[in-house]
């Protein structure tokens, strides 16, 4: 039986459990499959930049939750979620897959860094974390 995770090491655990499932999905694909469009107007390589772009505005939120302070800075909304992912997607429509993929690597370290400094009772249900 799948139960959902919800202690901080399991959202950890889960999290990087994931990552790796889906990093294995991207072994052996190359540049062409990468960059085919299939899932509307978007490819695998606007969506590992996609999810990029929010472990690089999310790790932020985490770093400033683990302090204390409010995850999203004033002004700023992500309502538009369609916005922001189109954003992120854009932004790197001219790199190389290669970069796009290193970028996936790093941003998602970060983004585990920023997590693991989050205290636990953050990542209670009901909680930002």
Request: without cysteine; hydrophobic residues 45%.
């Amino acid at each position: 039986m799948n139960t959902r995770p919800t202690t901080k090491a399991e959202l950890l655990s889960a999290t990087e459990a994931e990552y790796t499932a889906f990093r294995a999905a991207l072994e052996g694909l190359d540049a062409r499959q990468l960059t085919e469009v299939w899932l509307g107007t978007w490819s695998v390589k606007d969506i590992v930049a996609h999810i990029s772009g929010w472990h690089r505005e999310l790790g932020p939120a985490l770093e400033r939750m683990a302090r204390g302070d409010r995850p999203v800075p004033e002004g700023t909304s992500y309502n538009d979620v369609d916005a922001w992912n189109a954003k992120f997607a854009a932004a790197r429509t001219a790199a190389p897959v290669g970069q796009v993929l290193a970028e996936f690597e790093h941003s998602h370290a970060a983004f585990m860094r920023a997590a693991a400094a989050v205290p636990p009772e953050r990542f209670a249900p009901g909680k930002t974390a």
